[in-house]
């Protein structure tokens, strides 16, 4: 798994690439929150592009960024999910509670 | 025609990977589609996490791990996932939907419901301080395709059994080859075979 992460105006985008699982998902959550402590960022672009596999740990990972940035006022959105991520996107529900980033 | 694996694991969050990898490689031989096979690596990883995050919280174990892909007119890939770790104490419960014993983990409680949504059947046994059992299984419907491809190349319907079978026939003079198809991402060699 690898994980870039830039901040773009009042956006932190983090860049997924490989494959989300219980093993790495602590870790990236690790990353993610250290960034957005650090920015105050005011909205999460989660940048799903490169994720050619994910499993629930890896809806976790989304819920908790979601409760986090609800928790501080601000909003994440998700961007490029592959089709395969996308059915779990689409079973847990989160795609009703999660914006959709179309630009990327 | 039956074909079968077996894997055992220390549960060790590193070999999520592994397993579904090898699981996934093993159910390429039956030319599941890109979906199918994603869904069934999806499964898989999701019982063996849950097997280490849940079954062997506190130690490591083994777990075990076999596939049997049976082919009639469809092709049924049967995968079991087994731990001696402490068991699930209600089962029903842990199967609904969101439910988590772990929610300051950030655990989705979604691992049991996308089981049960990406494969055709899940059966869960489990007894307290013996284990857990995780029975699934997923139909590949390689008649539809095998109607397809006589369709499109006047190929007999054996031909999709011969390459599960791994049988390497050559053409007849004037008799057309299989199609390249698209192939699925876990592949074990060229011929998906």
Redesign the interface.
């Known amino acids: 798994m690898n994980c870039e992460i830039e901040q773009v105006g009042g956006a932190l985008v983090v860049k997924l690439k490989g ?1 989300i ?3 790495c ?1 602590e870790e990236l ?1 690790g990353d993610i929150d250290r960034q957005l402590d650090i920015k105050h960022s005011a909205s999460l672009i989660i940048d799903l592009g490169g994720v ?6 890896g ?3 989304i ?2 960024r979601y409760r986090k940035m609800q928790a501080r006022g601000g909003k994440l959105l998700l961007a490029r999910p592959t ?2 991520v996308d ?2 996107l689409e ?2 529900g989160i795609n009703r509670l999660v914006g959709r980033e179309r630009t990327k | 025609m039956r074909n079968y694996m077996k894997l055992e694991i220390p549960s060790k969050s590193l070999n999520e990977a592994f397993a579904r990898a090898a699981v996934g490689a093993f159910a390429a031989q039956t030319d599941p589609t890109v979906e199918e096979l994603a869904d069934i690596k999806t499964s898989v990883s999701e019982a063996v996490t849950n097997s280490i995050i849940h079954g062997y919280r506190d130690t490591v174990g083994v777990i075990y791990i076999e596939c049997e892909a049976r082919v009639e007119n469809t092709c049924v890939i049967e995968i079991t996932v087994r731990d001696e770790g402490v068991g699930i104490p209600d089962v029903e419960r842990a199967m609904e939907p969101l439910f988590t014993t772990a929610p300051d983990e950030e655990r989705s409680g979604m691992g049991f419901t996308v089981m049960q949504s990406f494969m055709d059947t899940l059966d869960v046994t489990s007894e307290k301080g013996k284990g857990t059992t995780v029975k699934m299984s997923k139909a590949i419907n390689i008649g539809t395709r095998d109607e397809e491809l006589e369709t499109r190349t006047g190929l007999p319907k054996s031909a999709s059994e011969a390459h599960f079978l791994g049988k390497r026939s050559q053409p007849e003079a004037g008799e057309t080859s299989l199609p390249a198809r698209k192939r699925t991402s876990v592949g074990i060699g060229d011929d998906g075979c």
Do not use: C, I, N
């Open positions: 494959e699982d219980q093993h998902a959550r050619d596999f994910m499993d629930s740990s809806l976790g990972l819920m908790g089709p395969a059915k779990l079973l847990s």
